[in-house]
C-alpha cells in the first residue's frame, strides 16, 4: 500500500501531456503528444543531414536538439531517399509510428512511400521590369534652319538576369564531427545504432508496454512467414501467440534465412527498436547481431 501511495503521489506532480489530436495529420511541433500512434506528421523540411555513421536524418528545425520532431532512416534503406535533397524548404509529410530516443520524438522511416511531398517551395518572383530611361539627343535641322530640336530616344535596356531561389543554411554536422573532442565543439546528432548503453530486457507478451524503446525481448518463435520480400517471425507463450513479431527485412534476408529456418519452436532474444508492424508492436532486424538462439 505505501508503495502504491508513492506512484500515486508522483503521478500527481507531473504534468500532464497533451492530449493526442484524432485527426491523422498533425504539425510536427504535436509529436510529442502522440508518441505510440501512427500518424502522418507535416513540416517544411530544413535540411537533410548524413552524418558519418551511414543514417539520414530528416530536419525540421535549424538545431535538431531543441526540435520537436525528427524522421529517421537506418543504414539499409538510406538508398531509397536519395532524391530528398531536391525538396528542401518544400512541404512535406511522414507517416509511420511516432515513438522516442532519448525524451526526443522521432519516426524511423523504411520506405521511400511513407514521405509525401504536400507543396513545393514559392518560386522566388523576378525583380520588376523599370521602365526605359529617357536620355536627350539633338537632331540638326535642315540648313535653313540654325537652331537644334530636343528629341526623347529611348535607351535599351536589357533583360532581367535569372534569380536562383534561395535555400535555407546547411548545417555543418561533418565539420563538428571531424573537429578534435578537446576544442569543445558541439556534439553531433547522434541516433539508437550508435548508442552504448545496454538494452533494457523483457519478455515478448510484454513489447506492447515498450514501443518506442530500445530493448532486449526473449520468447519462443512459433510460426515464420513471408510478407511480401520480409520474413516475419511469430512468437507464443504457453501455447497461445502473442502480438509481437520480428521482420527480418530485405538486405539481411539471405544472410539469414539459413539459420531463420532452424529458429522455429526455439527461444530467442530479439534486440532493437520496438515500433509497430501491421499495428503489432514488433523489431525490424537489420544486422545479424539482432538475434541470437538462446537454447
Known amino acids: 500500500m505505501p508503495a502504491l501511495l508513492f506512484s500515486v503521489a508522483s503521478t500527481a506532480g507531473a504534468a500532464p501531456r497533451p492530449a493526442c489530436p484524432e485527426q491523422r495529420d498533425i504539425p510536427f511541433g504535436s509529436a510529442s503528444s502522440c508518441v505510440g500512434e501512427h500518424r502522418r506528421v507535416s513540416g517544411r523540411l530544413y535540411n537533410v543531414s548524413r552524418p558519418k555513421n551511414g543514417l539520414l536524418f530528416i530536419n525540421f528545425c535549424a538545431d535538431w536538439r531543441s526540435c520537436p520532431f525528427t524522421a529517421v532512416v537506418k543504414p539499409a534503406h538510406v538508398p531509397k531517399f536519395a532524391d530528398l ?38 518560386p522566388v518572383d523576378a525583380p520588376a521590369r523599370l521602365p526605359a530611361p529617357v536620355v536627350t539627343a539633338y537632331r540638326r535641322l535642315p540648313p535653313t534652319h540654325e537652331t537644334y530640336s530636343r528629341v ?22 561533418e565539420a563538428r564531427r571531424q573537429a578534435p573532442a578537446e576544442l569543445g565543439q558541439e556534439p553531433v546528432q547522434s541516433s539508437p545504432s550508435d548508442s552504448p548503453e545496454p538494452a533494457m530486457r523483457a519478455g515478448v507478451a510484454d513489447a506492447g ?30 501455447g497461445a501467440e502473442v502480438p509481437f513479431v520480428a521482420v527480418i527485412t530485405e538486405p539481411m534476408l539471405e544472410a539469414l534465412l539459413s539459420a531463420a529456418e532452424s529458429w522455429n519452436g526455439k527461444l530467442v532474444d530479439v534486440e532493437g527498436d520496438v515500433g509497430s508492424y501491421e499495428d503489432r508492436p514488433s523489431i525490424f532486424i537489420t544486422a545479424k547481431d539482432q538475434i541470437r538462439r538462446v537454447k
Open 209 to 238: 508496454k515498450h514501443v518506442g524503446e530500445h530493448m532486449s525481448l526473449r520468447g519462443q518463435i512459433s510460426r515464420l512467414d513471408f510478407s511480401g520480400t520480409d520474413l516475419v517471425l511469430y512468437f507464443s507463450k504457453n
Open 152 to 173: 526623347a530616344v529611348p535607351e535599351p535596356v536589357s533583360a532581367p538576369q535569372p534569380v536562383e531561389p534561395a535555400r535555407p543554411p546547411q548545417r555543418r554536422t
Open 85 to 122: 535533397d531536391g525538396f528542401v524548404g518544400a512541404e512535406i509529410s511522414v507517416e509511420g509510428e511516432i515513438s522516442t530516443y532519448q525524451g526526443r520524438p522521432e519516426m524511423v522511416l523504411t520506405s521511400r512511400q511513407q514521405v509525401v511531398v504536400r507543396e513545393m517551395p514559392p
